[in-house]
């Protein structure tokens, strides 16, 4: 039905053709940290990719193009991904 509804913290949306469906996140808890919640995750350039993604701005990559210029690129980072990277900062500072 149409409105506006709540969504509790522990569930998420999952959306396929006109279906809306609330379910709970695959989370075992809050404090299972990934990439989405580290300092260096953000949109930008990844390595031999031609639009802007999710990517890990710990881990930069300088490609030299054809014309000599040096271009920045990074690797990309999924914001699911189970597993943190050993360079992790949480947002905010603490870890």
């Known amino acids: ?21 609330i379910r709970p996140t695959q ?3 809050i404090k299972d940290p990934r990439c989405k919640d580290c300092a260096n995750f953000g949109k930008g350039k990844a390595v031999r990719g031609w639009f802007v993604t999710t990517v ?3 881990m930069p990559k300088s490609i030299r193009q054809i ?12 914001p699911t991904g189970g597993k943190r990277c050993p360079m ?4 905010g500072g603490k870890e």
Request: glycine letters at 6%; a positive charge.
């Open 1 to 21: 039905m149409p409105g506006e509804y709540v969504i509790p913290d522990n569930h998420t949306i999952v959306k396929s053709g006109l279906n809306v469906t």
């Open 27 to 29: 989370r075992k808890s």
């Open 56 to 58: 890990c701005f710990k």
């Open 67 to 78: 014309n000599g210029d040096t271009e920045q690129y990074y690797y990309c980072a999924k």
């Open 88 to 91: 992790f900062e949480r947002k």
